[in-house]
């Protein structure tokens, strides 16, 4: 049984980190709460029931985790860093500089948004379908779409704005 959990955990390893990096700017905070998703979805594997896929068996995991993350943040506030979490396939320096900034700053604009509308986006940038993101944050597919509308219209609001 722990050859399949390593296995698993090795498969969404990624999505996890996706996850905790769009909860965690600051990058030693991100590999903190990398390492604890990791460890939660190993050890609970053996309570999978198979009510859900994998990929939103561990993502409820990450988020639950990453939600009481942000929440001991907001008790305790402090300075936190921007961190680039793209990759960029520009052709030149320039135009790879001008990919980070913009990244960067679509990442800095997501992380303004409340919670609530933050968490069902971030998942919709990670592929998920809005079903999947319910079941995941325990919500209907309803609530779902309107706060992804929300979220949408409030980052395009931001971005036009920082562009005017």
């Known amino acids: 049984m722990a050859d399949t959990r390593d296995t698993i955990v090795a498969e969404y390893a990624g999505l996890v980190w996706r996850i905790a990096g769009s909860y965690e700017a600051n990058p030693d905070l991100r590999r903190d709460l990398n390492q604890e998703i990791l460890f939660s979805v190993w050890k609970a594997l053996p309570s ?34 921007l961190q680039d979490q793209f990759t960029s396939d520009a052709a030149t320096p320039e135009e790879a500089a001008d990919a980070n900034r913009q990244k960067e700053m679509l990442a800095a604009a997501i992380r303004t948004l409340p919670l609530e509308w933050r968490q069902p986006l971030s998942l919709t940038l990670e592929s998920f379908t809005p079903k999947e993101i319910a079941d995941v ?15 949408k219209a409030a980052l395009k609001q931001k971005l036009e704005h920082h562009h005017a």
């Open 48 to 81: 999978f029931r198979g009510d859900a896929s994998v990929k939103t068996f561990i993502a409820r995991i990450a988020h639950n985790i990453c939600v009481s993350h942000v929440a001991k943040i907001m008790r305790s506030p402090r300075e936190m860093e």
């Open 137 to 151: 944050l325990g919500v209907s597919p309803n609530i779902v779409s309107i706060r992804l509308t929300r979220a």
